[in-house]
């Protein structure tokens, strides 16, 4: 199929090139009856005006970047079809990137998004530097997704501390004592504030906190559990940073011969959708990954859209808490 251009559109309705391009970006004069016959010709050639070059005039292309950590991450997934949905409903298109948990690569693709000329970017996960993040949001209007900060204030977030303490009363409440947290890494925000999360809520318990880092993957939690049994390690309980991690706990733990909940409860973070699958299924805590893709979508048209909006409160979701299976236990 031959592509149509704006000179066949221009063709067609018996104008100048230049009257097609103005009818287009909707700059400088053009007759009624003109602008009639050149939009008569683009339906007729099916003419899909290119948004970069629009843009080239009015510097919006109603396309926005969604960078995200790990593509592979189902919560990630989920957040990033809430945010094109949303996008989608407003007539803009979204181009993702996959930072790979790297803040240089991050910081290089919001460097890039601004230089494609999208409207705004959509930053899911940052481990960088607030300054970083403010330089980067001088360039192109940025809304952050799942980081919390007192000087940014564009941003969709859950109370992660407060998840990691219901994820430790939980798991108290059931019985358990020696309670062993799979962080993710130290240089994520989310990480560190689940940490702390449980940190506070171990000793305000009367006991010590016992915390073993990870990446989030399911490697990781794999690999640190498969560490720990066979080392003769006993504990009664895993609240890990996030469900991948504690589905490579369960995993791990089976594989050995450890009954979960039975001998080990487990509980993780996100409540992705393999989640209510494994087996034992997984006891939860739950982040709402595609209303908050959505919501940060909002909040970024909100940003492009209103001119007189110059503070925006951070929107926060609570967590909740999803028992299943792998924290069963009589009380």
Not at 39 to 48: D, T
Not at 55 to 71: A, C, E, F, H, M
Not at 242 to 253: E, P, S, T, V, Y
Request: aromatic share 8%.
């Amino acid at each position: 199929m031959q592509l149509v251009t704006i000179k066949d559109v221009a063709k067609r309705a018996g104008v100048a090139v230049s009257t097609v391009s103005r009818v287009i970006n909707r700059s400088g004069y053009v007759g009624e009856e003109t602008r009639r016959k050149v939009q008569s010709a683009m339906r007729e050639l099916n003419f899909q005006p290119n948004r970069i070059a629009r843009g080239l005039v009015s510097r919006q292309t109603s396309t926005i970047g969604l960078l995200i950590p790990d593509v592979a991450n189902p919560f990630f997934a989920e957040l990033a079809r809430g945010v094109e949905d949303a996008a989608i409903a407003r007539g803009y298109s979204v181009l993702l990137c996959n930072s790979d948990w790297n803040a240089v690569r991050e910081q290089m693709y919001m460097h890039l998004l601004h230089g494609r000329w999208v409207d705004g970017i959509v930053v899911v996960g940052s481990r960088s530097e607030v300054v970083a993040i403010r330089e980067a949001a001088d360039e192109t209007p940025m809304v952050l997704v799942d980081r919390r900060s007192s000087d940014f204030e564009w941003a969709v977030w859950t109370d992660n501390h407060l998840g990691a303490v219901m994820a430790v009363r939980h798991l108290l409440e059931i019985g358990c004592r020696d309670i062993i947290h799979l962080a993710g890494p130290a240089d994520s925000p989310s990480a560190q504030e689940r940490r702390r999360g449980y940190e506070d809520a171990m000793r305000a318990a009367g006991f010590a906190p016992i915390s073993l880092e990870g990446d989030f993957r399911y490697a990781s939690g794999f690999s640190l559990i498969s560490e720990l049994i066979a080392a003769g390690r006993t504990l009664d309980a895993i609240f890990a940073g996030n469900d991948l991690m504690a589905i490579g706990a369960i995993q791990a733990a089976t594989r050995m011969g450890v009954d979960v909940p039975r001998d080990l409860a487990i509980v993780g973070y996100d409540n992705i959708p393999s989640a209510h699958y494994v087996s034992p299924s997984l006891t939860t805590i739950e982040q709402p990954a595609y209303e908050m893709g959505k919501t940060s979508f909002e909040l970024l048209y909100e940003l492009l859209t209103n001119e007189e909006l110059d503070y925006q409160q951070p929107i926060k979701f609570e967590p909740k808490l999803i028992v299943r299976e792998s924290s069963h236990r009589p009380i």
